[in-house]
């Protein structure tokens, strides 16, 4: 009867403690709210891979982050001269395109409503906005599944985080899209928590606008001397209009889709010079598209590629569905 009882204590004491050691995700959701959120500031370097296109396109991503609100993110293709530099300060937020020469300053909260994968803030919350998300425990890693809150979650719905055990720091995170394939990979290869910036070295400076500037390409425009984009989309409808007309800056063309429940315009021309001593206004929110930063609204969105500006409108569409044409735009050969 003693060896009985005995068996019986060790088994619950044996239980008790696998429980003790298993962490809650409530519990491990605490402790990385208090490393990623109550630090002053970061740095990290990040590798961006996004696999939504025909080719996979490789980023260097590095980031600046000084609380409460200061960023600066700069993203630059891999193999390229091409960057974009997303700053937030006290004068608003500012897109720089130094290849263009140009700035664009925005009115926008981001990045509060818009989260980003190599943003650790937003990571956080997008674990704690979804009541739903699960974690998995694996030897050195905890595995975070939640809805994904960033600009194309219609498209790519959810998101794996992984965080490593021992420094409760993100390792790397997954965007998949519906059918669970990844289809956004951002590896973090350098995370340093504490760092504070001045609110100087967030201003917005001559040199990075400047820096990389170059002509813009035309090549494969058509006989009007500017690049014809079309949006690559599975959903019913066709072009029922197209025309242009010439403006100061060159051809401007328009493209009305329809012909079923979705209803849009797309319209194209050549992008006007730069002033790179005046940052542009521009209505709406900035959206990261994977090759360029584009301005939403809840009826358009806007944004430049390649030598054309770009200009999607509509009364049925989405916010995500605005996004879902401004990504599939393509260059064909003139229709």
């Known amino acids: 009867m003693r060896s009985r ?46 696999k939504t296109g025909s080719e996979p396109r490789l980023y260097d991503v590095t980031v600046w982050h000084t609380k409460p609100e200061f960023y600066k993110v700069n993203v630059k293709q891999g193999g ?6 997303i700053v937030r300060n006290n004068d608003g937020v500012f897109v720089i395109t130094p290849s263009l020469g140009k700035t664009y300053k925005f009115q926008s909260d981001w990045p ?46 959810t998101q794996q985080i992984h965080i490593d055990k021992k420094t409760l720091l993100p390792k790397y995170v ?8 990844e289809k956004i990979r951002v590896t973090f290869n350098k995370i340093t928590m504490g760092v504070e910036h001045k609110q100087s070295d967030y201003d917005v400076k001559m040199e990075d606008i400047q820096k990389d500037k170059k002509p813009q390409s035309n090549e494969g425009a058509d006989e009007t001397g500017m690049m014809k984009f079309y949006p690559n989309l599975s959903w019913d409808g066709t072009v029922i209009d197209e025309g ?17 429940d979705k209803e849009f315009v797309v319209v194209q021309e050549p992008a006007g010079p730069a002033n790179e001593l005046v940052a542009v206004s521009v209505e709406g929110d900035p959206v990261d ?47």
């Open 174 to 181: 997954s965007v998949m899209d519906e059918n669970n394939e």
């Open 5 to 50: 009882i005995f068996v019986l204590m060790l088994v619950a004491v044996m239980t008790l403690l696998a429980a003790c050691g298993a962490p809650s995700k409530e519990d491990v959701m605490k402790k990385l709210s208090g490393k990623w959120n109550e630090a002053k500031g970061y740095e990290l370097q990040a590798t961006m891979e996004i």
């Open 289 to 335: 598209l994977g090759f360029t930063v584009a301005a939403l609204t809840d009826n358009s969105i806007r944004w430049e590629q390649d030598g054309v500006a770009f200009f999607v409108a509509s009364s049925t569409l989405t916010p995500d569905e605005l996004i879902e044409v401004a990504s599939s735009m393509v260059a064909e050969d003139s229709k």
């Open 112 to 157: 509060t409503q818009n989260s980003m994968p190599y943003l650790i803030g937003t990571l956080s919350d997008d674990i704690k906005a979804d009541k739903n998300a699960t974690m998995v425990e694996k030897d050195k890693t905890y595995v975070f599944e939640t809805a994904s809150r960033n600009n194309h979650k219609k498209v790519l719905p």
């Open 244 to 260: 242009s007309v010439e403006t100061e800056n060159g051809t401007r063309s328009f493209m009305t889709y329809g012909g079923g």
């Open 80 to 85: 390229t001269e091409d960057s974009q530099m």
